[in-house]
């Protein structure tokens, strides 16, 4: 295991980022805590975001085109129409690649800074953003398995990508069923950027470990049963 962390050495990014993805979470996240720059992580994540976004993008109009073909007749747009429509969903999903990563993560923080007005000792807000935004670099490796299956698989299909343990239900209709979205939230790359936001946040507050996780995980469960409380009445 490497030894990422010693008192006044500066740790390159590179070293940074193999610690929090692999090397050493622990004492990674530790010296990130006292050294919160986090501008790295971020560019790189937001970066792999919109590349594997404008990789996508040919599906992703292919998809809306096929979802406005589908549509019943009384509601069809016509072709000038679906042009506009389609080309808002692409931009649609450019924004959202560069926007929603810092919201989350904005988010993530404050919910730990008020998880951390009740317990451990004060951490800096910009320490705990830290925490989050490297915490959620293994979502890089998420974002690029899936652009994967985007390209083998057909457009009309690529709402269902998944490598949750959503995988192993039946097809499922345009509009999923309630197991299935959330079973889809499962996915392991997910659960392990979780872990990751835990033992920075235990790392940043001094608290143990697992308080911290019990705080991350309730609050992401408490996600996911809202999502699949408001999602489709498809079958399961």
């Not at 659960?191 to 991350?216: C, D, E, H, Q």
């Amino acid at each position: 295991m490497m030894y990422i962390y010693v008192s006044g050495e500066r740790v390159p990014f590179w070293k940074r980022v193999y610690g929090v993805i692999w090397g050493s979470p622990a004492r990674t996240l530790e010296y990130i805590v006292q050294k919160p720059d986090f501008l790295g992580a971020g560019a790189l994540i937001l970066g792999a975001n919109l590349a594997m976004t404008m990789i996508q993008l040919p599906k992703i109009k292919e998809f809306t085109y096929w979802t406005l073909q589908n549509m019943p007749a009384e509601v069809r747009y016509s072709a000038e129409n679906m042009d506009v429509v389609v080309n808002v969903a692409a931009f649609s999903a450019l924004a959202a690649s560069a926007a929603l990563p810092p919201a989350l993560w904005v988010v993530t923080a404050a919910l730990l800074k008020l998880f951390n007005v009740f317990t451990g000792e004060r951490a800096r807000f910009k320490s705990l953003f830290a925490v989050t935004v490297f915490a959620n670099l293994p979502v890089v490796l998420d974002s690029m398995i899936k652009t994967v299956l985007v390209l083998a698989t057909p457009a009309r299909n690529i709402t269902k990508i998944t490598i949750s343990p959503a995988l192993f239900l039946p097809p499922q209709d345009l509009v999923p069923g309630k197991m299935y979205v959330f079973l889809s939230h499962f996915d392991p790359i997910i659960v392990w950027s979780l872990v990751l936001t835990a033992l920075g946040g235990s790392r940043a507050m001094n608290v143990p470990f697992w308080k911290t996780f019990i705080y991350v995980t309730g609050l992401w469960l408490l996600y996911v049963a809202g999502m699949t409380a408001i999602s489709g009445m498809g079958g399961v």
